[in-house]
């Protein structure tokens, strides 16, 4: 299932790691490790239930990343599967510990309809949304929430920064707004901040990322020690963290939102021919794309419940 809860301002935060659901014809095959599900962002839609005063518009789905990383490309090739860092549908934990039983690792035929079932319907979800707020704004930010544990074998032997920011090496965003996004963490004490570091961007970053569209992507990786009690099963929350944590990205937010609406100022003042708004005019979607969009008219405002859309298993 996609969970969308629209917003009007021009913040569209994707979060593709939290959902935890397995069906039952997947789940029977994975092993105790697998049953674990130790890789996803967990409880981090806790952390960001944000105010109603940011108008954010939250597009997440419920399937695990086990199931399938709404993060990848779906074109994404099965010889990839062996590598946790670029799997479609990973075989094996981030620190490459198998996640089924042996001899049901998922084919070729397996992994397309995990495409069809899940992936197709979020990256809709994502176009449809994204395409629906920049008829509001020229500036829309997109921001791919994620979390992970401090120390991964292989991947943060180091230790993690508390706060990883990606902006595909400056080409996903303004420069200016990555350093607003940047120093409003570097500000807090205590919380180290990576930037294009581990986290470079993903797919999401690195497909809406479109400065001279009007687009501006950013990864966001969180530490889980920033909020979880335990970085491991059950992944208790920690409430004063949760707190914390909500409150800085909250601000963090907020800044963002006023920066897109500054720059949509600029650019309305600017007062451009009729030929030029037809030039800069952002839409992600296809033609046909936009004529099945069923979000809406340019208009519509929240107060509504978040809009979920059933998929099929």
């Not at 395409?131 to 991947?155: E, L, P, T, Y």
Request: proline share 6%; aromatic share 4%; hydrophobic share 35%.
């Amino acid at each position: 299932m996609i969970m969308v809860e629209e917003g009007a301002s021009p913040l569209v935060l994707c979060l593709p790691h939290t959902g935890t659901d397995v069906p039952a014809v997947i789940g029977k095959r994975l092993n105790a490790t697998g049953r674990l599900q130790t890789d996803l962002s967990w409880r981090l839609e806790d952390v960001l239930r944000l105010s109603s005063d940011l108008d954010a518009t939250i597009i997440r789905s419920t399937i695990s990343r086990y199931v399938i990383d709404l993060d990848r490309d779906s074109e994404t090739p099965l010889s990839a599967a062996e590598d946790p860092k670029t799997a479609l549908c990973p075989v094996t934990t981030l620190d490459g510990k198998r996640i089924y039983l042996d001899g049901e690792e998922p084919g070729a035929t397996e992994v397309e309809q995990r495409v069809l079932l899940f992936a197709r319907p979020f990256e809709k979800a994502v176009q449809q949304q994204v395409s629906r707020v920049s008829r509001m704004h020229r500036k829309v930010i997109v921001v791919d929430c994620q979390s992970m544990r401090s120390h991964i074998k292989g991947v943060t032997d180091k230790g993690l920064p508390v706060i990883s920011v990606g902006s595909a090496e400056g080409t996903a965003c303004d420069p200016d707004l990555l350093n607003l996004v940047v120093g409003s963490f570097k500000s807090q004490q205590g919380y180290t901040v990576g930037v294009d570091e581990l986290v470079k961007g993903g797919h999401l970053t690195r497909t809406y990322g479109r400065p001279e569209r009007g687009l501006h992507a950013l990864s966001l990786l969180i530490a889980q020690r920033a909020y979880l009690r335990h970085e491991s099963p059950p992944f208790e929350p920690d409430k004063s963290r949760v707190q914390r944590l909500g409150n800085l990205l909250e601000d963090t937010f907020s800044r963002a939102i006023d920066w897109a609406r500054m720059e949509n100022s600029r650019s309305y003042s600017s007062q451009p021919s009729a030929a030029q708004e037809q030039e800069t005019a952002v839409s992600p979607l296809t033609e046909d794309e936009a004529a099945n969009d069923t979000h809406g008219p340019a208009g519509e405002r929240p107060g509504q419940p978040p809009t979920m859309l059933q998929v099929a298993e």
